[in-house]
């Protein structure tokens, strides 16, 4: 069986499910091979980030929070509730159905388009022709005018710490856990670690992070990431850094952990193992062996900058490619190359991209770090502004954190914003628009925001970045 496309879209994940929609919508025919099947055994869209990543992550993040918030958080308020009880498995069931309901929204959005989902794997062969292999129907083969690559990325496993049913998992297996831990070791504390070590410590297990690098965070503003280490530290997070796990044994009671530190070797006995190192691109199956394909040694397939491949008609998206791997940033390619194929004129600012942690408090950021600034030999100017001295936070009882803005000295165009504190993820996008649009710390600081409310401390910072900031004290001006 052979059918013909204007485009094939490898992977249904955010980068992959937009692609093809924007194609559809675009007038072209389109194909989309997708081989997820989900935890009931069906098959599903929405790749690794709604079916065990950013969502469902999110909504345990949502639900240990909020339980967390009952149990200990609400007596500053005036309130006192007894007996609160965290009820994990309605947890994992309450996630799941939000799962179910956001995969099945693609689905119809599929139909809506037009746009067929091939379900199976699909490898790419020479001259734009996909191969896909389906464990029910077989083989069958698929051409297009136009690829697009977008099979996004799996979690990274090390050898010192090898998987082991569920007491040592990725993170995909630490979304569905029924029983909180004991004691629990989360490796690595990047994004994910972080998360899933705030999910488990807010439902009551007792946390140790090991994270190898001796500097935390080391892609945020290190101002944000040494305040959030002080705010995870004060939350029970045991985060240990320069640790680096050498082996690992799994018994009867749990997991034995080595590692070395400054302090030199030593031992963790812990009940159970989140490994959370970083994800890698899915390349295993992603091509023929006679498909001269260019990848480079971190795996990652080569593009240029509009997303193309070295072969003609296939495109790149994505996990798969340079630049952070992020839901949003892959979404956002797939519309810049339906629309390129289409035809029309589209772009994408890689300097405003936002990124976002969504541990309590939320770390954000977009554009330049300080740090990133001083190595460039960039005059810039910073501001900050503490959410200690916001009204609308002290209200919510959460001022922990601030908001600080990089500005060029010379002609205030805004660089970079940076956020740790409660709702920054929805707070940044402030900044992102600042920079889409390269304004300047200026424009924020004309700009009315509406009193009271978190959003404020940014109209502040930017304030600060000229000594003017109005609700704390300024720099002595030079």
Sequence with gaps: MSDNFDVIVLGAGPAGYIAAIRCAQLGLKTACVEEWINKQGNPALGGTCLNVGCIPSKALLESSQIYFNAAQGLSAHGIEIDGVRADVPSMISSKDKIVQELTGGIEHLFRANNVTWIKGTGALLPERQVEVTDSQSGKSLHTAENIILATGSKSIEIGAVP?????????????????????????????????????????????????????????????????????????????????????????????????????????????????AVGRRPNIEQLKSPETDLLIDERGLVHVNDACQTNLPGVWAIGDLVRGPMLAHKGSEEGVVVAERIAGKQSHLNYEAIPSVIYTHPEISWVGKTEEQLKEEGRDYKSGVFPFAASGRAKAMRDTGGMVKVLADKETDKLLGMHIVGGHSSELIGHGVMVMEFEGTAEDIARTVFAHPTLSEAIHEAALAADQRALHIPNRKRS
């Design 163 to 275: 998987l082991h049913d569920d007491v040592v998992v990725d993170s995909s297996g630490a979304l569905d856990w029924e029983q909180v831990p004991g004691k629990l070791c989360v490796i690595g504390a990047g994004v994910i670690g972080l998360e899933l070590g705030s999910v488990w410590r807010r439902l009551g297990a007792e946390v140790i992070v090991l994270e190898a690098q001796d500097v935390f965070l080391p892609m945020v503003d290190q101002q944000i990431a040494k305040d959030s280490l002080r705010q995870f530290g004060r939350q029970g997070l045991d985060i240990k850094l320069g640790a680096r796990v050498t082996s690992s044994t799994v018994t009867d009671s749990g997991v034995t952990l080595n590692y070395t530190d400054q302090s030199g070797d030593q031992s963790l006995q812990v009940d159970r193992v989140i490994v």
